[in-house]
């Protein structure tokens, strides 16, 4: 969702006069402390300095994950030990065991505990080498359920700002999970896409293609003290959008992939196979993340892939026909949905999906090429529409046929969650809420046969989408002004000299373009609500939010009943948090030597061309790498100069070295930080 909102509303300001507000201002890249005066990576942390992280439960299992950064030997493989209690002492310890990882997992290690029981707080650690890791929570689903509370998060943008939103997530002791619907990382290279006031850079310094470029960028976001909060503290269900792999991608291509990258099929591949270490998913052979988790007789959630699994290129235009019809989510995929849905015998049915699955009709914005209004011009209402053509309107016989299963099966209480768009939406959801572009009305709307705005009659369920955590809102792009302009407009009658007034978005009952947040979505028999929260800044590390507005659906309504001024209540029973700091080593080891420096990895390997090593100062350093080869002769070194704290990648050229493994060294000040071995092929 990168270009679409800046496109959009240069259209929109142009055609309202200018651009007013305060613009993005980039500087130059320039490495030094974050405004937060955070390390780069946590000390007391080490090996497990990404932190721990719990995802996909079931009612009787939980996945658990980690990754270890070894000192040395990158080459050889290690065991990883781990407990589950009910207790944050472990006290009462009720499963353990080890488990090897090495390099071709990138030293993560996920296990699927079992023999959990449902609705429950667990607790869990890991060790490796006489260090524990933090304690995480995590908490299975339930089968008897009355109310559940989720925290429903999208667009995680490092170089946008700080992760405050997951800050205030995981202070939150009543969360059922974390629904993260995608855009998890992004692919672009530093200083793409971003806010470099922040000085948030990524690594590695170019757009991410390979393996180890992928893994790299998963490293960058999982430093960050924020998001190893949440992943510490709550449960996530995660599936991914279109950053994990490229910006708007498909099947089989994306916006963001040209052929001097490689092949598309292989990146994909890649994407997905690093999202699965990474990510406290459970394992699949096919790397297939459309899936359902059940919470009792309350709530079926039912997760999509509208990316990478069957979705076809867009339409040329927004308005083009659909023949042959295009698909979204593939045969497969779609059958199954349907049967989801056909099947579920939950209160709720709740879809996680990555794109706005409702009409959302902007040409309001359209001007001319001298930047007058020009909102009955085809052409013109085309060129800002397309802006928004990666969405679920682009695919209307597959929509369609899902509004048609909903409604002819008299199917109660659909609700879509959905992020991608950076902005806060909740919809009635319509097969077409309006005629638009209607050719008998100069290409304005006009009121729909099927759907009446006031009573919300013809709606057959509702959306909510979340805004970002970081990523651009509208706001940064053209101004709060203008901003503002347009979140007036967008579902309110228009007037139109000699013809009255028109709406463009009548089930649009709620926008918000401008705060990043999130929203608690919480269930119980008789009603859904989301509760949206927005942060008072991303600028700088800060612990304030504030509640806005609560939009609600009631039991069998298939509408949105209430937007209100007033949150949900919470849960009764609040759950004891994980402790922060991890717990104290093993007695008898030695205290934990000052670490000033860290490799993260190093690949690929084995290698023919480049060399690239992945590491993390907390201070000035001096540093190089040296290599030598398999009898200990110095064959190169690469002085790096004096780095400032932060997070770097340095690639060097092995093409000339001779076939066969060498050893390398990574020095700071002096000393060796850390060594390994790599074979030249």
């Given at each position: 969702m990168k270009k679409q909102i800046i496109y959009l509303l240069f259209f929109f300001t142009i055609g309202m006069?200018?651009?007013?507000?305060?613009?993005?201002?980039?500087?130059?890249?320039?490495?030094?402390?974050n405004k937060s005066g955070a390390l780069s990576f946590d000390p007391k942390l080490k090996p497990f300095y990404h932190g721990v992280a719990s995802g996909d439960p079931l009612t009787d299992r939980v996945i658990i994950w980690t990754r270890i950064t070894p000192d040395s030997g990158n080459y050889t493989s290690k065991t990883v030990s781990w407990k589950v209690a009910t207790d944050t002492s472990f006290l009462n310890i009720i499963?353990?065991?080890?488990?090897?990882t090495d390099s071709s997992k990138d030293y993560t290690v996920k296990i699927d505990v079992t023999g959990l029981q449902s609705g429950a707080t667990y607790y869990y650690v890991f060790g490796y080498n006489g260090y524990y890791s933090v304690i995480g929570r995590m908490r299975t689903a339930a089968t008897v359920a009355n109310h559940l509370r989720f925290a429903v998060v999208s667009c995680n943008n490092y170089e946008a700002g700080f992760f405050n939103g997951f800050k205030k997530i995981s202070q939150r002791n009543d969360l059922d999970v974390i629904i993260h619907l995608g855009d998890y990382i992004y692919e672009y290279e530093p200083k793409a896409y971003g806010d470099s006031l922040t000085n948030r850079f990524v690594e590695p310094k170019k757009e991410i293609i390979s393996e180890g470029d992928y893994r790299t960028r998963y490293s960058v976001y999982r430093l960050d003290a924020d998001l190893r909060a949440a992943h510490q503290q709550q449960t996530f269900i995660s599936i991914w959008d279109d950053h994990e792999s490229s910006n708007d991608s498909y099947e089989n291509g994306a916006e963001n992939h040209q052929t001097n990258e490689g092949d598309w099929q292989t990146r994909k591949n890649i994407s997905k196979k690093v999202y699965f270490e990474w990510m406290p998913i459970r394992e699949t052979t096919d790397k297939k993340i459309y899936r359902k988790i059940m919470y009792g007789n309350l709530v079926d959630l039912i997760l999509l892939d509208t990316?990478?699994?069957?979705?076809?290129?867009?339409?040329?235009?927004?308005?083009?026909?659909?023949?042959?019809?295009?698909?979204?989510?593939?045969?497969?995929?779609?059958?199954?949905?349907?049967?989801?849905?056909?099947?579920?015998?939950a209160k709720w049915k709740v879809i996680g999906n990555q794109v706005l699955f409702s009409d959302m009709n902007v040409g309001f914005g359209a001007v001319d090429a001298q930047g007058q209004p020009a909102i009955t011009n085809l052409a013109a209402i085309r060129a800002v529409e397309n802006l928004f053509i990666d969405n679920w309107e682009s695919y209307p016989t597959e929509r369609n046929a899902i509004l048609d299963t909903i409604q002819n099966k008299n199917i109660k209480n659909t609700i879509f969650l959905t992020g991608d768009s950076h902005a806060s939406w909740s919809f009635d959801l319509n097969k077409k809420p309006v005629k638009y572009p209607d050719p008998q009305l100069f290409n304005l709307p006009t009121p729909s046969s099927t759907y009446i705005p006031a009573t919300g009659v013809g709606s057959v369920g509702v959306e909510f989408a979340t805004p970002s955590i970081t990523s651009a809102n509208f706001d940064e792009a053209v101004g709060v002004a203008a901003t503002a302009q347009?979140?007036?407009?967008?579902?309110?009658p228009i007037p139109i000299p000699g013809l009255g007034s028109v709406t463009y978005n009548p089930h649009l009952k709620y926008v918000d373009l401008d705060r990043h947040g999130y929203f608690i979505l919480d269930l119980k028999n008789d009603s859904a609500q989301a509760d949206y929260f927005y942060l008072d800044t991303i600028r700088v590390s800060s612990n304030i939010e504030k509640f806005n507005k609560g939009v609600a659906t009631a039991?069998?309504?298939?509408?949105?009943?209430?937007?209100?001024?007033?949150?949900?209540?919470?849960?009764?029973?609040?759950?004891?948090?994980?402790p922060v700091n991890p717990p104290t080593k093993i007695t008898g080891l030695s205290p934990l030597p000052k670490i000033e420096a860290v490799v993260i990895m190093a690949y690929p390997n084995p290698t023919s061309q480049e060399f690239t090593i992945n590491y993390a100062l907390n201070k000035n350093a001096q540093t190089e790498v040296q290599i030598f080869d398999i009898r200990g002769n110095s064959i190169k070194t690469t002085k790096l100069g004096k780095q400032p704290n932060g997070i770097y990648s340095t690639t060097i050229d092995v093409s000339q070295l001779p076939v066969g493994f060498y050893y390398y060294h990574f020095i700071a000040n002096s000393e060796i930080v850390s060594y390994g071995k790599f074979l030249k092929q």
């Open positions: 006069g200018g651009v007013s507000g305060q613009q993005i201002k980039l500087t130059e890249y320039s490495r030094s402390l499963q353990s065991g080890n488990i090897v990316r990478l699994e069957g979705r076809v290129k867009p339409p040329v235009n927004f308005d083009d026909a659909d023949i042959p019809a295009r698909t979204m989510l593939g045969s497969t995929q779609y059958n199954w949905l349907i049967n989801q849905l056909s099947t579920s015998t347009f979140e007036t407009v967008i579902n309110n039991n069998n309504s298939n509408r949105i009943t209430s937007v209100g001024t007033n949150p949900a209540t919470p849960k009764s029973v609040q759950e004891v948090p994980a």
